[in-house]
């Protein structure tokens, strides 16, 4: 049985990082694609970051470019999301996601198993 749990979310002042992690079991990340999505009060769930499975390769939505990365250690069966540099827009419940294939995707709908979110809030 395939499940993520997600950890690592909380409250931090604007400027602040957080390290969210994914961890996996039931499956290893050899074969799967891994995707961080968020979602706001009132907003569409949206992709943020995702990695291949098959190439390492990572993807950014242009709103975090440059302050998140996203990262994986296949002995702890860990997905990380490492985020700097943080605003009040990033505010919202953070979901990891995974799908079997050597491709990745920033499309919510591309994706089977999901975990349960950390809620992460930038305030001062």
């Known amino acids: 049985q395939v499940q993520l749990v997600e950890s690592g979310g909380g409250l931090v002042q604007p400027g602040g990082s957080l390290r969210l992690s994914c961890t996996a079991s039931?499956?290893?990340?050899?074969?799967?694609?891994i995707g961080w999505f968020r979602q706001a009060p009132g907003k569409e769930r949206e992709g943020v970051s995702c990695?291949?499975?098959?190439?390492?390769?990572?993807y950014y939505a242009d709103s975090v470019k440059g302050r998140f990365t996203i990262s994986t250690d296949n002995a702890k069966n860990t997905v990380y999301l490492q985020m700097n540099s943080l605003k009040p827009e990033d505010t919202a419940v953070y979901y990891c996601?995974?799908?079997?294939?050597?491709?990745?995707?920033?499309?919510?709908?591309?994706?089977?198993?999901w975990g349960q979110g950390t809620q992460v809030t930038v305030s001062s």
């Open positions: 996601a995974a799908q079997y294939g050597a491709s990745t995707s920033l499309l919510s709908d591309w994706y089977t198993d």
């Open positions: 039931g499956f290893t990340f050899d074969n799967y694609a």
């Open positions: 990695i291949s499975s098959s190439d390492g390769s990572t």
